[in-house]
């Protein structure tokens, strides 16, 4: 310090730094301001950028009045150099914040945009938060004079120790760079695993993919062993598909006229139903003599898989209206049973036999007195 502090040092110093918190607050209204009409366009890094200024010019116009404040003061040259290099790390670190707020939403804008969906994969936007903040710390300990140096060598033992004891972590992170970065899934693809998980994938973060199944709740597989399965992709390369709806006439039917008829109701439902798609064309194949009707198959297009429930709904309710009204039968499965009977004629039941009865002799009937 080269002279004593004064009331006048400190008036100024005052001064300054409420400089410094008015510029702030005018500069957060007019920011404000811009929000509003940012939020207007249809271009959405226009939002992020003004929200992300939103922290960083207040904070710097009152660390600008922070150091104004500070060169008005007699300090020392060590005390004034500490607090200058302090008001420029603090400015960093403000300034990091702000750009990592910037870059993360400008991901997850183009991530979005890309997939078509309102969710985005996570993992891209947490590992450019994360590498942003990591650069913008090192920086910020440069500026205060620590060496990074030996930091960055303890860091690179230290994350082998890390790596070693968090080996399913960081598969499971590396599994989701490699299932994003391949493009076999995209969030808001309906995917089916083997194991019998399926439904629309909200989400792809750093450990676990979010799916939604058709009941609205979450299934949650890692990342591992979604890039390990055997899985079918509904989405990719196109969201239509073709679904297939069995239907049976009976023997006595004209199967030309049922083909017309199913035709017209293909089309009408491909038209009128919402989720099916338009320029689909209709096909019926029979292909089976059953026990008691000829079955055929019907070949239905939807606009992606959950509309498929609707479409067949609506396709068999108005197929069964118009064969009753064409007089077609589609027969139930029956099956005759024939009993046959053996009579058994009854026949006398045998006498039973009379006992040989022996004649006593003429002395033996005299001596009884007979």
Do not use: C
């Given at each position: 310090m080269n002279r004593d502090l004064l009331l006048h040092?400190?008036?100024?110093?005052?001064?300054?730094?409420?400089?410094?918190?008015?510029a702030g607050l005018l500069l957060r209204a007019v920011l404000r301001w811009l929000g509003r009409h940012a939020e207007r366009t249809s271009w959405r890094?226009?939002?992020?950028?003004?929200?992300?200024?939103?922290?960083?010019?207040?904070?710097?116009?009152?660390?600008?009045?922070?150091?104004?404040a500070a060169t008005t003061l007699p300090l020392?040259?060590?005390?004034?150099?500490?607090?200058?290099?302090?008001?420029?790390?603090?400015?960093?670190?403000?300034?990091?914040?702000?750009?990592?707020?910037?870059?993360?939403?400008?991901?997850q804008?183009?991530?979005?945009?890309?997939?078509?969906?309102?969710?985005?994969?996570?993992i891209f936007v947490n590992i450019t938060r994360i590498v942003v903040l990591v650069m913008g710390v090192l920086v910020a300990l440069e500026t205060?004079?620590?060496?990074?140096?030996?930091?960055?060598?303890?860091?690179?033992?230290?994350?082998?120790?890390?790596?070693?004891?968090?080996?399913?972590?960081?598969?499971?992170?590396?599994?989701?760079?490699?299932?994003?970065?391949s493009k076999t899934v995209q969030p808001g693809d309906y995917i089916r695993l083997t194991s019998g998980e399926e439904g629309y994938v909200v989400d792809i973060n750093w450990r676990n993919t979010v799916v939604r199944n058709l009941s609205n709740n979450l299934v949650i597989i890692p990342n591992g062993r979604l890039a390990r399965t055997n899985m079918t992709n509904f989405t990719q390369p196109e969201a239509q598909f073709s679904i297939l709806v069995q239907v049976g006439v009976g023997y006595e039917s004209d199967l030309e006229h049922v083909e017309r008829v199913t035709l017209d109701v293909v089309g009408k439902v491909m038209a009128d139903v919402d989720g099916?798609?338009?320029?689909?064309?209709?096909?019926?194949?029979?292909?089976?003599?059953?026990?008691s009707r000829i079955n055929f198959t019907v070949i239905l297009g939807v606009g992606e898989f959950s509309d498929?429930?609707?479409?067949?709904?609506?396709?068999?309710?108005?197929?069964?209206?118009?064969?009753r009204t064409e007089g077609i039968s589609i027969p139930a499965p029956?099956?005759?049973?024939?009993?046959?009977?053996?009579?058994?004629?009854?026949?006398?039941?045998?006498?039973?036999?009379?006992?040989?009865?022996?004649?006593?002799?003429?002395?033996?009937?005299?001596?009884?007195?007979?």
């Open positions: 040092d400190w008036l100024i110093a005052g001064i300054a730094l409420a400089a410094g918190a008015a890094g226009d939002d992020i950028i003004v929200d992300a200024l939103r922290t960083v010019a207040p904070g710097a116009a009152l660390i600008a009045g922070a150091a104004v020392t040259a060590r005390v004034s150099g500490f607090v200058n290099q302090s008001l420029t790390a603090l400015l960093i670190l403000i300034a990091t914040l702000s750009a990592a707020r910037v870059v993360a939403g400008l991901v804008s183009v991530a979005g945009a890309r997939t078509g969906v309102a969710g985005s994969a996570s205060l004079g620590v060496s990074i140096a030996p930091l960055v060598t303890a860091l690179g033992v230290g994350g082998l120790a890390v790596a070693l004891a968090l080996q399913d972590t960081l598969a499971n992170l590396f599994a989701g760079v490699h299932i994003l970065a099916a798609d338009p320029a689909h064309e209709g096909a019926v194949r029979f292909h089976t003599f059953a026990d498929q429930y609707r479409i067949k709904h609506e396709f068999i309710k108005r197929l069964h209206e118009r064969f029956t099956r005759t049973v024939a009993l046959h009977r053996d009579e058994v004629q009854a026949s006398p039941a045998p006498h039973p036999p009379v006992p040989h009865q022996r004649e006593a002799p003429p002395s033996m009937l005299a001596d009884s007195g007979l």
